[in-house]
């Protein structure tokens, strides 16, 4: 498994197993023309390029083009991932779905995740596309992700140009339940060295099943919650939850939780790029208003931090936590999106 979005599965590709769909797929007209004939018109062509291909990839570089299958039936319905390209520095990102299967967002919802696990799991922070010119629907499926268009570029020297496309990757992701041991792991790190910082103990958390834990990271059409972790070199180096509101006269807020970044991964600017990204995330449902947050009393750079980030401090909770036989204060903090949408605006 690679990763999965709402609707979508992504994996793999498996010699055998694939071989019908691949073979189908790369003599699709669509596929010949936008893409290129990869002359495979049998079974065994189709093994022979799964095998020298994708998988080959895999081994070589732990990515690859991948299945994209529907969730439900796991039905195949097109192609997703990362090529390392000998004359390229940068690694590329490769999709064709079959026909029956287009404008219906399908290959936005899987390349957003192929890019997830970009830095997730490879800690890249630049990928390119590469489309030919007359491929109008590729390109503007590209620029909605935020692609931007670079150069023209030759896939070699003796062929006719292409447009390139690239993104700068934030290493601020939506975690899945493929990231729930890791998230597991910084979380009880958390509730050991800052109790007094979180509600939740390490005796309550730990005694969890990794089960619940990937619950809590669960892709989902209307999350309860969501969970963003930051990466740094490949690595979960920091993760922050936002808690959405489902009654009906509270929707338009959201909760900000679970805010952590060890100290060994502090000074890299990922708290701010976490807070951000939970925002935009806020903002994304259309619903939602206002986020909310409460820090410990005391904890001024945390406060700072989210006053950066267009936070404001209305009030002060005493007794809010108990730590051993001590209490300890919490302040409420609350944002306006539209007022943290004009500080980012401002700090650009």
Known sequence: MVCETTRLRISHFSEDA?????????NEPSFIRNISDKQVRTLDDARAYLRNGPIASYAKHGFGLNRVALKEGDTPIGMCGLIQRDNFADVDIGYAFLPEYWSQGFAIEATRGVLDTAVRVHGLQRVIAVVNPDNTGSSRMLEKIGFVFEKMVRMQPEEDEIRQFAIQLSPCVRL?????PAYRVLM??????HPDAFTSSVAEREALPLSWWQARLAVGREPKDVVLGAFHQGELAGVVGLSFETREKARHKATLFGMYVPVRRRRLGLGQQLVAAALDCARAQSDVRVVQLTVTHGNAGAQALYARCGFVEFGLEPYAVAVGKEFVSKVHMWCSLDRAQAFASRHD
């Open 188 to 193: 009880l790190e958390a509730y050991a060295l």
């Open 176 to 180: 899945t339940p493929l990231d729930a």
């Open 18 to 26: 694939d071989a019908a769909f691949i073979l189908r797929q790369l």
